[in-house]
């Protein structure tokens, strides 16, 4: 079963990193990757942008309206993500809470719906 873990965190706690700091965090989230890519857990893994450059659509009044970014004034933001195959919930629990950036924020676990015809 595929689970998406969704990597919260506060994006300026990020950026007050020492640079040893950052690219230990760096290090570290890669060799997790490889960790569950070598278990055959990983399907994809990826940090996203900054917030700053975020777009939001939505509709109003029967027209699409983009909205830039930052969009949230959420203290914690949606900054990455994992796309891992797990046996179940309780292996997907597990995976998850090793990931490196978890001291950093937090990790919401989404068991992927499938919609009917996929």
Not at 36 to 57: D, I, N, Q, W
Not at 59 to 72: E, L, N
Not at 82 to 110: F, K, N, T, W, Y
């Amino acid at each position: 079963m595929r689970y998406v873990c969704l990597v919260y965190g506060d994006e300026a706690e990020l950026q007050a990193l020492s640079d040893e700091d950052s690219l230990k965090l760096t290090r570290d989230s890669l060799d997790y990757d490889r960790v569950l890519e070598s278990g055959g857990h990983l399907v994809v893994a990826h940090a996203l942008e900054s917030p700053a450059f975020t777009t939001a659509l939505r509709t109003k009044g029967g027209q699409v309206v983009a909205t830039d970014g930052p969009y949230s004034e959420t203290k914690e933001q949606l900054l990455g993500f994992l796309l891992i195959e797990a046996d179940d919930r309780q292996e997907a629990v597990a995976l998850a809470s090793r990931v490196p950036m978890v001291e950093h924020g937090h990790i919401e676990l989404r068991a992927i719906h499938l919609l009917e015809g996929e």
